[in-house]
């Protein structure tokens, strides 16, 4: 097949454009792939790459800019599908769906207005500009077929969008298995604990992402004030200035300076994973969570809150933890001091974590992609 794929980013260190990366490269090695792209690293000499003009601003207008340009530069083109995983002026295809952004603003919105965390309502305007244009693809007649990256947010594009389940695949993202496995944590653990100030006693808790805020880092935060074991640390990977002065108030507020570590943006974010001893992700709105699945397959298990996608592929208290609610500290102090008291609990979570992420590796994510792209393909030429 001749299989265009379209990405405003498209590299290996970010959410998105890694996905699109990986697939690029599995699709290569049987199909002829184009990527639509504004900006590209880790280009693959098998793949052909096509600039998209932008502009250079992290504005709205440049989405805007990139989703009826990419539209109007494929209608130069003749592929067999198309796949786009940003919105893209240009009818049929398949798109693949990482996040449903007007579901997210909002509810990023209310907890900000009925929070003090210093966001004002300006913040959110460009978000809600770009609704109609992030709806475009998944609206009825658009896109030929939906791919969900978990079933959160297909019963979220259900909702909002009145789009037919069968129009609507589920189909989770993929881990590298090469790069994100246990074989890190002899070669890395102690070298970036010393590095960190982290004392080999140390119970880590490690959070990774940017969005903090949606994220749920304050909430990890306050709940080292539940915790009296001082042992227990927080390793942030990852920057968001826009939360930085709530977040550095909460830490200073509670005497927190000594327990909240933050290791910055790392393009080799898989070697942090063998720092931490369990992953936190309790998120407002998480469409999946890519790290979920990469902690998993270091053997760590993830305590994730129930508004996470990658909620998919754990298994309560076989291979990790779900919390109901993120706003509930207590809760989630409670189970961070459980798995940090017990090391066979730990031991078992972990084992099943990395045994459950073996059968998320890229390869068997992009054929179940590709059986997707062919079967659509079949059905569009079977209707002609």
Known sequence: MKIALVSRYYNKHQG???DVAELAEQFAEQHEVHVFTQHWQDADDRVIYHRVPGLDTDHYLNELFFFLLSGLILRFYQFDVINYHDPCFHPGGIFTCHAFPEAGVRIMEDYCQNNDVGVPPSFFKPFKRLFPVSNYNMAPGRATQVIAVSKFLKSEIKTLLQRESSAIQVLPNGVD???????????????L???HGIDNDDFVVLFVGYYHLRKGLQFLVRALTELEDKRIKVLVVGEDTSAKAMIEHIIDEHGLRNRVVF?????????YFSVGDVLALPSLYEPFGNVVLEAMACGLPPIISAHTGASDIVVHRRSGVFIQDPTNIERLASEIATLSNNPETLKHLSENAQSAAKAYSWGAVADQTLNILKKTVGETVNAC
Do not use: C, E, M, W
């Open 177 to 191: 298995l090469n790069k994100f496995n246990r074989t890190s944590v002899a070669l890395y653990r102690a070298p």
């Open 193 to 195: 604990r010393a590095q």
């Open 16 to 18: 998105i454009p890694h």
């Open 263 to 271: 290791a910055g943006s790392q393009k080799d974010v898989h070697r």
